[in-house]
């Protein structure tokens, strides 16, 4: 959904490569993420916890990277099912409700964050700096992305 949202244009076989490009990146990422558990997390020293964390990241975004290339590939080789797929893309419907969904998701994402901070400080301090440098990353995202679609549009 947010890669559709991101690389959103007219020319719908160009936005199809930017897919691709996308796909390639998580694909690198989820590789990182097995080279560290195989290379790194046997001799840190970490809980089972924190080992688990590596394989399962990294096995589902390379999952789901493999699954983007696939799609993408798929819709580059056959015509009757890009023609569909981009009609289903540029549907404003179904962008409007996107958005929105991303919108929602993103206040509450913040609020749970906030209310967080309450509830973990006690517990972890540094837990509750995270969640407030997640705030503050939202914010800033936000500002920034504000001010560049004024600019822009």
Known sequence: MLIKMMSGGADYDKNLRLRLVWGAAFLAV???GFLCWFFLVPDSGL?????GYYLGAATGVTLGAVILLARVLYLMCRPEAR??????????RRQHITRAAAQVAGVAA????ACLT????PFNE???HVLLGVMAVYTLVWLAAAAWLNWKL
């Not at 797929?85 to 549907?91: E, L, R, S, W, Y």
């Not at 913040?110 to 964050?113: N, S, V």
């Open 118 to 121: 309450f509830v973990v400080i």
């Open 30 to 32: 989820g590789v990182v």
């Open 126 to 128: 540094q837990a509750a």
């Open 47 to 51: 809980n089972e916890h924190a080992r």
């Open 83 to 92: 023609r569909k797929a981009h009609i289903q893309d540029t549907d404003e």
């Open 110 to 113: 913040f609020l749970a964050a």
